[in-house]
């Protein structure tokens, strides 16, 4: 099958950077590998707000320049592990579902692939990120279900 005839020729993988990144990677990287597509992978950073209290000494851009730096140093380790090539790596600061729709559309990715924790009650009811994602995307969505990593005493 060549790359033109595939279900799937770009991937973007939206990573929340927990512990259970690996997992939602590990199926992004199956997939990609099946269907040979290009693979990219994204974090967004909610944007650091406050409440106004008085003279703020510090200058919120600077800590939010400086968590990207963070990110960005933490996905490049991320993709020193992996044994798939990652054409893109991008983090945003914005509301997570709408910027990888955006960046869906402007990738022209064909699947965002995102981790589900299998929220139940009232986190089901008010919504989770894979759920924004599903609902306002252009391509296909995969949540991929991550077990809880548990911690060994």
Do not use: W
Request: proline letters at 5%; aromatic letters at 6%; a negative charge.
């Amino acid at each position: 099958m060549n790359n033109h005839d595939s279900l799937y020729r770009h991937i973007l993988v939206g990573l929340d950077l927990t512990d259970e990144t690996p997992q939602v990677l590990s199926k992004a990287i199956k997939i990609a590998r099946t269907y040979k597509a290009q693979l990219s992978i994204a974090h967004v950073l909610e944007p650091i707000t406050f409440a106004y209290g008085g003279d703020m000494p510090l200058d919120i851009s600077d800590v939010q320049a400086q968590q990207v730096q963070r990110i960005e140093n933490e996905l490049q380790e991320l993709i020193k592990n992996i044994d798939y090539p990652v054409a893109q790596e991008h983090v945003l600061v914005g509301q997570p579902a709408s910027e990888l729709h955006y960046l869906a559309e402007q990738q022209e990715a064909d699947l965002i692939i995102v981790g589900s924790h299998g929220r139940k009650g009232f986190a089901l009811l008010l919504g989770s990120t894979p759920n924004s994602v599903l609902h306002g995307a252009t391509c296909d969505v995969l949540a991929v279900y991550v077990a809880p990593v548990t911690q060994v005493g």
